[in-house]
Every structure is written in structure tokens, then in C-alpha cells.
């Protein structure tokens, strides 16, 4: 036997001891660790908090976080939660336009005086649903740019289409969000977010730097066995994030911050009830006909008429869902795996748990 495969089996024996207390009853869900520990026999790694309300489910990690130093993937282990990043900026503008700083209708010009014609016209409203025209994205997540250098690269980029005529997914309009809310706050992006969402959560382990965290508790990812490497070594730079993420992808969290950030949404603690409106609101069609973009969160229809409201986010070594169900008694899950060839477990747990919920 392998050093590696020795690791893996021994993470694999770990993974019930990695396994939270739930608070709640877990009938039904005994089959959801059996899934889990099944896959991860097969080289799954990751973990998974199930939650009703306040009531946590299921909270465990699979195999390994980091497979060099046969780190185990726990419930607290820190991960990249990608795209899903886009619905903090959401919520930031949501919370400055609750305070009169900006209005989701301004355009572009009135933040960007530098902006050219073609793009200042350009709405929050079109920029948070992916209707600015806008690329998709502007350079390498891990290449280094600072705001400045950012926004002049947007300026000088094409539209793909007038602002308005279409949803095309564009991390590059996140970015442009992010300097907004800095302008307007006259805060950093991070530090915006620390202090309005993640320090009042108890979130203190969600950031891009200022996050507390234990460096063996922070995942490395992979992708065909080769290493990407922890998410917290790649993508900053002595002076900064790379501005390539910021905004729109690259915020690190873990589980547990993630289901305190659901049930504070749901619960009124973070919005007012006409922002939460705006923010999970069904603004674009994304053009299939069952699902529809929000401000950084999307609402899709099952096959029964229920709805399931969430966002992942990766980039092909890590990947991250987050979905709750409002028909469902407010179920929600949310998984974190560290190689891209378990994202499709994410479909089987989303099965699984719907054949039980009531």
C-alpha cells in the first residue's frame, strides 16, 4: 500500500471523528454519511453542513484537505467558496443603499468620471444582474492587478453587448461592484464586509486576508493529482488581493460562517425585508426557463414547483454550493471539496436530501 493510500484510508477512518455533534434529529440522514464515506473512498474530500433554521443536521469532513501532510478535511477546515462571494457584494450595495450612499439605478459615470461614454450609462442594477455587457473576465485569477490598474482595463475593454440586451455571467462587472463599495465607503472591500457582515455574524473565518485562521486548517486543492496549492498562498500579493477576484470570487470560509450568513440573511438580521427582496430577487431570466439571477444569488424552480435559492462558485481545483429551500421548512445545505472531480457530489446530496425533507 501506498503512502498516499494509507493517508486516504486513514482519513477516510477519521471522518466520523471530524463528524460535529448535530442539534437536532438526524432520521434520514444516515444515508447522507454513508454517500458521503462511500465517495470518499473513491478519492471524495470536502465537507458538508446540513441545517433546518437553526438546527445543524449534519456537520462533517471527508478525506483529505491537504494530501501531502495528510491533513483531514474537518468541519472548520477553510476552503475558497468561489463565485459565491458575488452575493456579499450584493448585500454590501443592498446595505449602502439602505444608508443613501448609492442607489442600485446610478450609473457608472457617477462613481467613474473617467468611465467612456459606452460604459458610463451602466447601471449597479445591470452590473449585479450580469446585464452590463461586460466580459466575463479580464485576466488570470492568480495575476496580480490593483484596483486602478483593473478599472482602466475595463475601460479599454469592448462590450460584448449593449448595456441592458443581455444576461452574460461576468465576474469583470462584480469587480467594478467591489470598487464601488469601496468608493462609497470609504473603506477597503474586505474591510467593508468585515465590519457590517462577518465581525457582528461571529463570521471569523470568512475574509481574503483578515480572516483568523490556522494555516493546517486551510485546504489545498487539486485537480488530475496536481497541486494547486492552499487558496491562501496563490492569490494575494504583498500589496493586496488581486483585483482579478476581488468582488466577485476568492472570499475563503468555512461551513459553519456560511450557515450563520444564510440563516442571519433569512432571518432580517443583515437587510431590511425590501433589500432581502432585491437580493434574492428573480430579476434575469438566466435562459433556461427554471432559474433566474438575483443580486449574487440565483432561484431555480424544481421539477415539482419548489424553489431552491443558491449560488457555487470554483476554478477547477476547488469548488463550493450553497443552496437553501424556502418550500422545504428552510432546508439548506452547504459543501466545500477541494478537487473538481467532486463537484457532481453536490447533485447526489441535493437528491438524497429532497427525497426526505418534508
Known amino acids: 500500500m501506498t503512502t498516499d493510500s494509507r493517508a486516504l484510508l486513514a482519513a477516510i477512518a477519521l471522518a466520523a471523528a471530524c463528524a460535529a455533534p448535530p442539534t437536532a434529529n438526524t432520521a434520514g440522514l444516515n444515508e447522507l454519511d454513508d454517500l458521503l464515506l462511500e465517495e470518499a473512498a473513491e478519492g471524495f474530500a470536502g465537507s458538508v453542513l446540513v441545517a433546518r433554521g437553526d438546527d445543524v443536521l449534519h456537520l462533517a469532513g471527508y478525506g483529505l484537505a491537504d494530501r501531502e501532510t495528510g491533513a483531514p478535511f474537518r468541519p472548520e477546515t477553510v476552503s475558497t467558496i468561489g ?19 448609492l442607489r442600485v439605478d446610478d450609473s457608472v459615470g457617477r462613481f467613474f468620471p473617467e468611465a467612456p461614454a459606452d460604459k458610463a450609462g451602466i447601471t449597479i442594477h445591470q452590473l449585479l444582474t450580469h446585464t452590463a455587457g461586460l466580459r466575463p473576465a479580464l485576466g488570470s485569477d492568480e495575476a496580480y492587478i490593483d484596483r486602478d490598474s483593473y478599472l482602466e482595463a475595463v475601460w479599454r475593454t469592448e462590450l460584448s453587448d449593449p448595456p441592458g440586451e443581455r444576461h452574460e455571467y461576468s465576474n469583470t462587472g462584480y469587480s467594478v461592484l467591489a ?3 469601496e468608493l462609497s465607503s470609504g473603506m477597503s472591500y474586505e474591510e467593508f464586509l468585515r465590519q457590517e457582515f462577518f465581525d457582528p455574524l461571529g463570521m471569523q473565518h470568512t475574509g481574503y486576508r483578515l480572516a483568523d485562521w490556522s494555516e493546517t486548517h486551510v485546504a489545498a486543492g487539486y485537480r488530475d493529482g496536481q497541486r494547486f496549492g492552499r487558496v491562501t498562498d496563490k492569490q494575494t500579493h504583498e500589496d493586496g488581493f488581486s483585483w482579478h477576484l476581488v468582488g466577485n470570487g476568492g472570499i475563503h470560509s468555512t461551513v459553519e460562517d456560511m450557515a450563520r450568513w444564510v440563516r442571519a440573511l433569512r432571518g432580517g438580521e443583515v437587510l431590511d425585508a425590501e433589500s432581502l427582496g432585491a437580493l434574492f430577487g428573480e430579476h434575469v431570466d438566466e435562459g433556461y426557463g427554471d432559474s433566474f439571477y438575483g443580486y449574487g444569488w440565483v432561484s431555480f424552480y424544481l421539477p415539482d414547483g419548489d424553489r431552491m435559492i443558491g449560488h457555487n462558485g470554483g476554478n477547477g481545483f476547488f469548488f463550493a454550493d450553497l443552496n437553501f429551500f424556502p418550500d422545504r421548512d428552510d432546508l439548506m445545505y452547504c459543501l466545500f471539496v477541494n478537487d473538481a472531480r467532486s463537484e457532481e457530489v453536490t447533485g447526489r446530496i441535493r437528491r438524497l436530501l429532497l427525497e426526505q425533507a418534508p
Request: glycine fraction near 10%.
Open 179 to 181: 470598487a464601488i463599495v
Open 83 to 101: 463565485s459565491i462571494t458575488k452575493q456579499f457584494t450584493g448585500a454590501a450595495i443592498l446595505r449602502l443603499q439602505e444608508r443613501g450612499s
